[in-house]
Structure formats: C-alpha cells, structure tokens
C-alpha cells in the first residue's frame, strides 16, 4: 500500500514503472503535480488523463468507474520521454480493467 493505493513498482536499468490500483477516487482525482498541463485522453475503450510530473515521471490514469482508477508511473533512468513507454504500459493494462 502506497496512501490509499494498492501499488507495484519495479525498477529496470532504463526504467522505474509503477502501478497503482485506486478503488476510493476516479478519473476526477487526478491531481496534476507538474509544470505542464493534464491532457485528456482515450486508451481502449477507458478515458484516461496523462501529465509529465516534476520529478520527470510520466504518469497515466486510466478511469476505472467514478471512483476508481489506475495509475502507471514511469520514470526514465536518464533524460528522455517516458510518456511512449508509459502509453505502451497503459495499451497492456488497459484491456484487462473492468
């Protein structure tokens, strides 16, 4: 448990990637914790939010119903865009979800 969330991290020598699984706040709780702004989205057949966070992180949220989600995390080892590898994570998971 990480906060409210059940989450799984692990870590590559390119990457940190994470999942969280948040059964007490939807879509409607993604809070943006970067400079850029939160971009609205479709992966499958679930609206999701995406944002690049301070730490560099990229971060997917994919709604689950009004009060779920889950959110994927990777981070890079070295400066690149994790946002293609967070959306290839997010195309893998996001057709198991309910």
Known sequence: MVGTAHSCDFDSDDYTFGVAIRTNVGLSGFVATGSGPVKDMSIGGHQAKQEVGNSGACVIGIGVS????????????????????????????????P
């Open 66 to 97: 009004d009060t779920s989600r889950v959110d994927l995390t990777v981070l890079p080892a070295e400066n690149q865009d994790p946002c293609p590898t967070a959306l290839k994570l997010a195309n893998i998971i996001e057709p198991k979800l």
